[in-house]
């Protein structure tokens, strides 16, 4: 789920029929055949509604969608459906989001497992800062994940595409270097050749899922999977048969 003020992330349609492209869907679809739960909520600050649901991210731009909202609805769901574990929670996003950072950092008694791709550190987008805060908007000195880096206890697996064409790698590797400075356990992806998102990178994808199977399924994955798209399974499938 994404932690912006720039999209909704609960789908409105299925695969290529709702927001983001169908990445939501069917990146859920993919946690939910490796046999998890996958619950996605747009909290307050998220676009899409009112001006007023709209405005609860002003001023929290880099970790607005209140994931307070995203595990009160999660408690009701383990009410309601008591095979929920809530003592095996993790928390992802497909590009570009801190929420995984975030929700580790600022929830670390809810969350035991985050994967983030594409962090984004508030200091190096202001243009996004001025469209949601005015040309006035000052950015802080210092991130919000950043300064709570102290306060990771769960499993975090940080992962940038070099060539993202929105946020920059430093933003990630600044984080790295504070979580280092705390002297936390966390695990580093630098994808050479990856973009924007996950999907321009199946290793990331590959690596993504296999961190989940291991630290919150229990299970060793697959060594080295590989992940092939349609028409490679196609054609597999034609050699094969």
């Known amino acids: 789920m994404h932690s912006n003020p720039f999209y909704a992330e609960v789908p409105k349609g299925a695969f290529h029929c709702n927001t983001l492209a169908g990445y939501a869907y069917m990146s859920a679809s993919a946690y939910a055949e490796l046999g998890f739960i996958v619950v ?3 909290g307050r600050g998220t676009c899409y509604r009112s001006k007023a649901f709209h405005d609860e991210s002003y001023g929290k731009i880099e970790n607005s969608s209140h994931l307070d909202d995203q595990i009160a609805g999660l408690q009701q769901l383990a009410e309601k459906y008591p095979y929920i574990d809530l003592d095996r929670v993790g928390i992802t996003n497909h590009g570009g989001s801190n929420a995984p950072v975030y929700g580790l950092l600022a929830y670390p008694d809810f969350y035991k497992v985050g994967v983030a791709y594409s962090i984004w550190d508030i200091r190096l987008l202001t243009k996004e800062s001025e469209t949601y805060h005015g040309l006035s908007f ?3 000195t210092e991130s919000t994940v950043e300064s709570m880096a102290r306060h990771l206890e769960g499993k975090l697996l ?3 595409g070099m060539l993202d064409p929105y946020f920059h ?5 600044q984080l790295a270097d504070i979580l280092v400075r705390n002297n936390k356990d966390f695990d580093l992806v630098l994808l050479p050749n990856g973009g924007h998102t996950w999907d321009s990178c ?18 060793d994955p697959p060594c080295e999977f590989r992940l092939s798209n349609y028409a ?7 050699r094969l048969g």
Not at 169 to 173: D, E, Q, R, S
Not at 202 to 219: H, I, M, P, Q
């Open 138 to 140: 000052n950015a802080a």
């Open 169 to 173: 790698v430093a933003g990630a590797l």
């Open 202 to 219: 199946r290793y990331g994808v590959r690596r993504s899922w296999d961190y989940f199977v291991k630290y919150l399924g229990n299970e």
């Open 158 to 160: 940080l992962m940038h």
């Open 232 to 238: 490679e399974f196609a054609m597999d499938k034609m």
């Open 40 to 42: 996605i909520i747009d």
